[in-house]
């Protein structure tokens, strides 16, 4: 769901360099009003309710996040965090540095409540500086693929106390305002630090945030795996707004309800994706999913939901579908939509659904061809094609001039089978 201006039901990105915080001296208390904007209220011109109104909701409230919060830093809350063990394994001797060096391992629970490798999150160490005992960043590192961090400290800062927070978040999103407690130093040595292995408390309101992060990394892993790069266009860090007022995408920042709905997550972060890497129409208004509506609407609805699709459902599926969008039609299928849902290229789920007929392995019907991702991506992404793409049957052009022709045809076949017949399609040029 797009947001422009104004809804009561109710995605920041600015990729450059990971935004910090500001590092007042912590408080004692928890400050009841400006943690969490979960109050506020952003109108729009697209109403996406339909997505998740009506769901039974579990959504976390700012209450029971500030009940959970250990202290405050400005306006960002940091929360408790468990010690597995006091040593993680040490640092790989392929590491060389001149100075100190520090690691760990953090750990997050995922959707089954299992501990997993939090990946792509930032650690960011403070040392105490002045009489006044204000603290100060001075390193910050981002966990790899098990979920360790490794950074070197300046020499100058020898025999100096640190402590440190974790963000959910890295140089492309963050969850904005959370911050969870990282490992303390009392007097960093020459020879390093190996502080151990930590996670965010399972069972606990601020540890479903770790979800939300999943999902960004599922969307990361989508272009990783099939080598896409991401660099030309992914270039501002997106804000994840939780617990928000509603799903939605608007202005840059994601904003969230629940932690726990992947799907509806992964359409409003496949919308913050497809408004910084395409060169797209964007259309308005009310809209819903069984109905047939503006094509401009309905291509940037379909495709959310098709990357929400990519990013967490098995391509070979012979049922894809969604779990919790739409409460009032689900599950939502998109290997299998139902005949009453309104045909064409101004239906969002016929759509979404005709793309995932490119895309997935299952072959009936007419479809019969399978097209990686990476190759739909190339066909649109805006810096391969410069030209505006108004609908789902301009991209469809994009797909099918970037594809063998003896193929095309297929493609065509393909899109019918999901009720958006593309009869005599232009190849873009």
């Not at 306006?75 to 690691?103: C, D, E, K, Q, Y």
Request: hydrophobic share 40%.
């Amino acid at each position: 769901m797009l947001r422009r201006s104004s809804y009561t039901f109710g995605t920041v990105l600015s990729l450059a360099v990971v935004a910090g915080c500001s590092r007042a001296p912590l408080s004692g208390s928890v400050a009841s009003t400006t943690l969490f904007d979960a109050s506020a209220t952003q109108r729009s011109s697209t109403d996406d309710s339909d997505l998740w109104v009506g769901a039974a909701r579990r959504q976390v409230s700012p209450a029971a996040l500030r009940r959970e919060a250990k202290e405050v830093r400005g306006s960002v809350a940091v929360f408790p965090t468990r010690v597995l063990s006091a040593r993680s394994g040490g640092i790989s001797p392929r590491f060389r540095a001149r100075g100190p060096v520090v690691t760990g391992v953090l750990l997050y629970p995922d959707f089954s409540g299992r501990l997993i490798p939090a990946a792509n999150a930032t650690v960011r160490l403070e040392a105490r500086t002045g009489a006044l005992g204000g603290s100060k960043e001075i390193v910050s590192g981002v966990t790899d693929q098990s979920g360790r961090w490794v950074v070197e400290v300046p020499s100058g800062f020898l025999g100096k106390t640190f402590t440190s927070t974790y963000e959910l978040g890295n140089k492309r999103w963050t969850l904005q305002k959370l911050r969870w407690e990282g490992p303390r130093i009392e007097a960093l040595s020459a020879s390093g630090h190996d502080t151990g292995e930590r996670t965010l408390e399972p069972n606990t309101q601020n540890g479903k945030a770790a979800l939300i992060h999943q999902i960004w990394n599922r969307a990361l892993t989508a272009f990783e795996r099939e080598a896409i790069s991401t660099d030309a266009w992914w270039t501002r860090q997106i804000t994840t707004r939780w617990p928000a007022d509603g799903n939605y995408y608007s202005m840059g920042t994601v904003s969230l309800t629940d932690a726990e709905w992947w799907d509806v997550n992964g359409h409003e972060i496949g919308h913050a994706i497809f408004f910084n890497a395409f060169n797209s129409a964007s259309g308005g208004g009310q809209h819903k999913i069984d109905e047939c509506y503006g094509a401009d609407l309905a291509w940037s609805e379909g495709f959310a939901s098709f990357f929400s699709a990519v990013i967490s459902i098995d391509r070979a599926d012979s049922d894809a579908k969604f779990e919790y969008m739409v409460p009032r039609r689900k599950p939502i299928r998109i290997e299998n939509v139902p005949a009453d849902v309104c045909q064409g290229h101004t239906n969002e789920w016929r759509v979404s659904a005709a793309l995932w007929d490119l895309y997935d392995t299952h072959q009936d019907g007419q479809d019969r061809v399978a097209v990686d991702f990476k190759n739909i991506w190339g066909a649109l992404v805006k810096t391969n094609t410069p030209g505006r793409i108004a609908d789902v049957r301009g991209a469809f052009s994009r797909i099918a001039a970037a594809s063998e022709e003896d193929i095309r045809p297929s493609l065509a076949a393909a899109f019918a089978q999901s009720g958006v017949p593309v009869p005599g399609f232009q190849i873009a040029r």
